[in-house]
């Protein structure tokens, strides 16, 4: 069994073509600027949008935990949460939902294989990503084996912060890995919560190793290096398809708000 967080059809921006994104719960890193804080810790949690909110208290009365109280607002102990969801089930304005949800391989591959024919026709296939997908990493393996024995391209995308014997494994079961670089290395740490040493050895035995890699590198401006910074760190790995830069959005901000997390303000 795995946790996801969400699966998305008909995905543009995952690899080629038209793909299936399942993203994993769980990741080791700790970026200022993550756009799906939800997905950092690796079991479900409770997510609470108080704008939708009617007040009618009928989550207070269902939830063994006294997660939610009602003195003044709606107020929600995140920490004191189970993530059982019988609030969510109960809430009339869908104002409270369960970020992450336990599912078999077989279960999410029924998903995927419901668009082999847009797969086919675009060169497109399975994108796992999360979180960081070697988290799970059995799970992980299980779904990619899956897809190889259906003929469907996989894809993976990774922040590279795993043991290297793990890309080792992953080697003949993915087509093809989505790499992130967040940072120079000075600034790694600071900005991520670990080193950058690691992602880099794996990325260099990834390519040795012929795999295909595209570089992945977030655009924070001001805080997370120069773009000369970046293109000279990918110069280092001629080998690269590809170096993609993606450009920073705040949406992370409200989804952090919304699971009881603080969301740092570092511009």
């Not at 690899?15 to 079991?43: A, M, Q, Y």
Request: hydrophobic residues 35%.
């Amino acid at each position: 069994m795995g946790t996801i967080i969400s699966i998305e059809r008909f995905s543009l921006n995952d690899g080629p073509g038209i793909r299936t994104t399942v993203f994993l719960k769980g990741c080791p890193l700790n970026c200022l600027w993550c756009h799906n804080p939800e997905s950092k810790k690796p079991r479900p949690q409770l997510s609470f949008n108080p704008d939708a909110c009617v007040g009618c208290g009928r989550c207070a009365e269902v939830c063994p935990c006294g997660v939610h109280s009602f003195a003044d607002e709606h107020k929600v102990d995140f920490a004191a949460c189970s993530a059982c969801g019988k609030c969510v089930g109960v809430c009339p304005a869908g104002a409270l939902k369960i970020y992450g949800y336990d599912a078999s391989a077989e279960e999410i591959m029924k998903t995927v294989l419901r668009d082999r024919a847009y797969y086919e026709t675009s060169g497109g296939g399975l994108t796992v990503s999360g979180g960081e997908p070697t988290m799970q990493f059995g799970f992980l393996k299980e779904l990619l084996t899956l897809a190889k024995r259906e003929g469907i391209h996989t894809a993976v995308e990774t922040c590279g912060f795993a043991p290297t014997e793990r890309f080792a494994e992953l080697l003949p079961l993915c087509d093809l890995f989505l790499y992130d670089h967040k940072a120079p290395a000075e600034l790694h740490e600071k900005l991520t919560g670990v080193p950058d040493e690691l992602i880099v050895k794996n990325l260099a035995f990834l390519l040795d190793s012929g795999a295909k890699v595209i570089l992945r590198c977030p655009v924070v401006d001001g805080v997370n290096g120069t773009n000369e910074r970046r293109r000279a760190f990918a110069a280092r790995f001629p080998k690269l398809l590809a170096v993609e830069e993606l450009p920073y959005h705040d949406l992370g901000r409200t989804k952090a708000k919304r699971i009881g997390v603080d969301y740092p303000d570092f511009k």
